[in-house]
């Protein structure tokens, strides 16, 4: 019997100029995609997926349906070779992606919500108020302790537990700051502030959440075909009102990635595929177990080398 494979969707920070262009060249199905995504929001996506300026494209509220929509195009590719995941699970905003892979929400619909989501975050704080850090070797709670060693009556908090090596943390910036010192003397490998504009994933978030939680509201949320790994509990989600308001509770709780792979280590998969630009993902992989193999698909190349692998292992 072979193992199960679960997909993995990446999240912001992962965008780069070009990305999704060789699909959209290739395969119709993924053209047809960025066709949606330039119509879903009457502005040409597509053009600065693949043509940049990239100045343009990090900016929040652009990136994030970008990502959203070459992960959706790469996963439509895969979908349409027959590749079919047990389990999705996306990291922060790539969870929209895995919640579009699982039918929960319409692709239409979630690159909507996830381009107000990327300007409710933008707005929430001003520029210049919030910051975010990540520290790395450092065990998930010596990085909780220095965050509230570190707080002084302001926000501090682990905002990624991406691997059991790597914590993003994020609150007011003389708090980050801060807690940057504390995790240097207390022996963190490194701890170094990131060039991020908002500090996600804390309760600075909250009036984006409200704003957030309002648009989910009002939007048509499916019982998810398959299982879709949430952040905010890294644990399964089956019902459609349970995803819609795991997505709001996303945007100031921590992203519980390591947890995530780890419940999915123990449902036997042994092979993980990250669908969409970069290898972020993978790499954490690394981090978190060694022995597991992670692909990933965002390209005809990368494709073809997966499409190899999965061939090979399935004989």
Known sequence: MTSPIAFLFPGQGSQYVGMGKDFSEKYPIARQTFEEVDEALGIKLSELCFEGPEDQLRLTENTQPAILTVSVAAWRVLNEKGIKPAFVAGHSLGEYSAHVAADTISFADAVRVVRNRGRY????????????????????????????????????????????????????LAAVERAVKLADERGAKRAKVLPVSAPFHCSLMKPAQERLAHDLQVLTFSIPKLPVICNVDAAAVTAADVAREALARQVTGSVKWNQSMQWLITQRVQTFIEVGPGKVLCGLMRQIDRSKKCLNVEDEASLRKTLGYLNTTST
């Open 121 to 172: 975050m933008q707005e929430a704080v001003p520029v210049g108020t919030g910051s975010m850090a990540a520290i790395l070797g450092m065990s998930p709670d010596a990085v909780s302790t220095v965050c509230s060693d570190a707080a002084q009556g302001e926000v501090c908090e682990a905002a990624n537990i991406n691997s059991s090596e790597q914590i993003v943390i994020s609150g007011h």
